[in-house]
C-alpha cells in the first residue's frame, strides 16, 4: 500500500466495507499493512502522470478517478506532489490506528492534494524490506491484500482494487478452505 496510489486508497475503502460486512458474516480481523514506496523522487502529481500516460490518457484517468473516489464520497485531484512517503508510513503504522491513519492521509492527498511526501527515511527500511520478501511471491504492484485464517493459517489472496463482491467471495472461499472443504 503506498499513499499516493489511488488504486490503493479504492483498495482501503472497499477493504474498510469488507470489514463491515465480514464482522456481520461472524469474521474476525485483524488489519496489518505493509508498506509501499510508488515515488523515488518528489514531482508534481499531474506531470507524473502525463509523462506516463501522455495527456489525453492523464485526462480519462482524472475523469475515471473522479467517478470512481465520487462513489467512494471522495474527491479526486491531481494537484499536489508524487514522491516518497516514508515519513507518512511511519506515522500511520506507529499510530494507534494505522488504518485511520493511512485513511486520513489518503483523504488528504487526494481530496485536498496536501504534499505528503518526505526524503528517503531509512527508519522505514526493515518494514518495507519485510514488505518486499512477503509481497514478491505474489505480486508486482499495489495494493495487495492477503487474507489468513489464524487458526488453519489458510491464506487467500486479492490482487489490485477489486470490488466489494471479490472481497466477499475471497472471505467466504478462506471460510471454505479454513474448514477442510476442497474447492
Known sequence: LDVVCPWCCVGLATLERAIEWGKTEGFEFEVKFLPWVLGKQKVPKRQMYEKRLGVEGTKE?????????????????????????????LAALSSPSPLASYRAAFQAYFEQGTDITSSPNPQLAPALAR??????????????????????????????????????????????????AKL
Not at 475523469?63 to 515519513?87: N, Q, R, S, V
Open 61 to 89: 484517468m482524472e475523469e475515471e478517478m473522479k467517478a470512481l473516489f465520487k462513489t467512494l464520497g471522495m474527491t479526486f485531484t491531481l494537484d499536489g506532489i508524487f514522491g516518497p512517503t516514508h515519513d507518512t508510513h
Open 131 to 180: 514488505s518486499s520478501a512477503i509481497l514478491e511471491p505474489f505480486s508486482s504492484g499495489v495494493p495487495f491484500f492477503i487474507f489468513k485464517d489464524i487458526k488453519t493459517s489458510v491464506k487467500q489472496v486479492i490482487p489490485g482494487a477489486q470490488d466489494l463482491d471479490v472481497f466477499k467471495n475471497t472471505l467466504r472461499r478462506l471460510r471454505t478452505k479454513a474448514n477442510g
